[in-house]
Structures are given as structure tokens and as C-alpha cells.
């Protein structure tokens, strides 16, 4: 079995509130340190009401202070919407305050709509060409000053925050490759290029001062429970939710209903199963026939687990049913 991480959205439960959700995020990541999961990351996303990690680096601060070990980042920072020097100064005093911890993965991609992109980042075209220049100039501010520099990261330089590259795509896979960056692929919700893509990044990988060989990590949903049934019970929120963004419907984080064929039509059930195809919902058995067989198809050096769960109390029973899992993976090898 490999590393199980975890990818928290700061969901805000239909009929919660922010404070809650907020809350709920902070019991999620101790619990994961009590689990021995390896990783806890947040996702930077604007303009949803049902998540409450738009300031991801505000919400990392918030985990950081409830935990003492696990590594916690983001999963990840859109760049596109950021200065470098703001991103690089917001980890730098994250890695101060919780030393040798820090993740940071990072993103092309808005994380939101276009109007509200166009109110994050004022020139949409400039933020997406740049992208790639952007990650350079990141990594220089993270890393130690050359002579004469005339624009310091404080905090930041010096810091070394191990950078992450994210994406769903062949161009985020050529780009990790070229970087010699580890590679975090978005399957959890863009499945079709993943087998592509981790073959590209693999082949064409170039040794870097940050890595020597490819790393590759895998997103899947994720959803256990004592059967099979409540299980799928549990993950129709997560269903509701991606029927909604295709209706362009904003909403809280819905509660799990008994019978999706009452929401979504044919082509929607069809669209959402293909969108959500590698996620591991059942019961212990279930899950573990999954991940043997999503880690077998992949490879992977690690996966991060996103816990679409309406109810935080059967949300952190799934943090401990994956455990359960790993350990029992583990033990058999």
C-alpha cells in the first residue's frame, strides 16, 4: 500500500455555516495526524458557497495550529491568480511558523468562474502565458538570494518550501517532467488523461535540485462506511454537488438523498459516473479491492483521498476506515 494523503475542501455542510466548516476542517486534520496519513492539503476555490478554503493560506494556518506533524499545503494554490512574491511571502511565513511541515502545490487553473477570475487576477490571458515563468520566478523567491537581487521574500527566501506541480492535462505533466517537479494529477475529478499523463511525466522526467526521480501522486474521492450501501448513500452529496456545477447552480455542500434517479437526468448520471469514476466508495473490503487496484493501473507513489461527506462525524469514520485499510496493506506485505 502507498501513502494516503488527504484533500480537504473546507466543505460548508447544506444548513452549516463557515464557522463550522472551518471547524470541521481542524478536526479533519487531527485526526488525519492521529491516523498517520502523510499529508493534509486544502484547495484554493472562490465563489462557491459550499467551500470555505478561499484563503487557502489563512485555512493551512488554521490546520497548522491544531496539529504538530503532519505535512499540511495546498492542493493547491491557483498561480495564475497571485504574484509570486505574494504566494512566496504567504508559504515563507508558513514555514516559519510551522518549520519543515509546508506544502506547496500549486495550479493553472482558476479554481472558479470566469467573472470572478477576471476579478482575482485583472488580466486572465497574462496569468495563463505566464505561467511556467511564474513557477521559475516562485521558486527563486523560495530559494537562496543570488547577489544583487533586487526583490526579496521576507519571509520566504530561504525557506525552501518544496514546490508541487498539479494539473489534469498533458501540458501540466510535460511541464513537471521538464522541472523536474513532483507531480500531483487531478483524477479525483479529471480522470481520461491520467494514464497519459503520469506515462509522459515518467519518460521525459529531468533530475532537479528538489528531485531525483519521478514522484507521482493520484487523486481519487473517497467515501467509506461500515457497507456498501451507506457508503453510496453517503457519496449521492458529492453526485448532487457535480450535477449542480454542470447547472451552474451555487450551493452549500448537499445532504445525501436515497435516490438519485429523483435529481439528475440519464446523460447527467452518465456525465457524473464518468467524471467520478475512480472513486472508492464501500465498505472496508470495497475500499481495499480499489486502491489495490487503482495503485496496480497507476503506479503511483501516493494518493490523496478527497472525503466528499456531508456529515462530519461520518467523514472522520471514512478517515479511519481508509486507515484501517493502509495498516491492514501493510501488515500483509
Not at 466543505?11 to 498517520?36: F, I, Q
Not at 472508492?280 to 481495499?288: C, E, N, P, R
Amino acid at each position: 500500500m502507498v501513502s494516503l494523503s488527504i484533500l480537504d475542501l473546507s466543505p460548508v455542510a447544506e444548513g452549516s455555516t463557515l464557522t463550522k466548516a472551518l471547524d470541521d476542517t481542524r478536526r479533519m486534520a487531527r485526526k488525519a495526524e492521529e491516523l498517520g496519513y502523510a499529508r493534509f492539503w486544502l484547495a484554493e476555490h472562490h465563489g462557491m458557497p459550499g467551500i470555505a478554503s478561499a484563503a487557502t493560506a489563512v485555512v493551512i494556518a488554521h490546520v497548522g495550529q491544531a496539529t504538530s506533524k503532519i505535512r499540511i499545503g495546498s492542493g493547491g494554490i491557483m498561480l495564475p491568480n497571485h504574484s509570486p512574491l505574494v504566494i512566496a511571502e504567504q508559504f515563507g511565513t508558513l514555514e516559519a511558523l510551522f518549520p519543515g511541515r509546508i506544502d506547496l502545490g500549486i495550479g493553472r487553473a482558476p479554481g472558479t468562474d470566469m467573472r470572478t477570475a477576471q476579478a482575482l487576477r485583472r488580466n486572465l490571458e497574462a496569468g495563463a502565458q505566464s505561467f511556467p515563468q511564474d513557477i521559475l520566478e516562485l521558486k527563486q523567491l523560495l530559494g537562496a538570494p543570488v547577489e544583487n537581487q533586487a526583490i526579496l521574500a521576507v519571509p520566504g527566501a530561504n525557506s525552501n518550501v518544496p514546490i508541487w506541480l498539479l494539473g489534469s492535462s498533458m501540458y501540466s505533466a510535460h511541464l513537471a517532467a521538464m522541472l523536474g517537479l513532483p507531480y500531483a494529477f487531478a483524477s479525483h475529478f479529471a480522470p481520461d488523461l491520467l494514464l497519459d499523463a503520469i506515462s509522459v511525466y515518467r519518460e521525459r522526467f529531468t533530475p532537479s535540485d528538489e528531485l531525483d526521480r519521478p514522484y507521482v501522486m493520484a487523486g481519487i474521492m473517497g467515501v467509506a462506511a461500515e457497507t456498501d450501501e451507506e457508503a453510496r448513500y453517503l457519496f449521492t452529496s458529492s453526485q448532487q454537488q457535480f450535477v449542480n456545477l454542470r447547472r451552474n447552480i451555487r450551493t452549500q455542500f448537499p445532504r445525501p438523498v436515497r435516490d438519485m434517479n429523483a435529481i439528475w437526468s440519464e446523460q447527467e448520471r452518465i456525465n457524473v459516473e464518468h467524471t467520478l469514476r475512480y472513486a472508492a466508495v464501500g465498505s472496508k473490503a470495497t475500499i481495499s479491492d480499489h486502491l489495490d487496484r487503482f495503485t496496480a493501473a497507476t503506479g503511483a507513489d501516493e494518493i490523496i483521498v478527497s472525503m466528499p461527506i456531508h456529515d462530519v462525524e461520518a467523514r472522520l469514520r471514512s478517515l479511519e476506515l481508509f486507515a484501517d485499510v493502509r495498516d491492514a496493506s501493510k501488515a500483509a506485505a
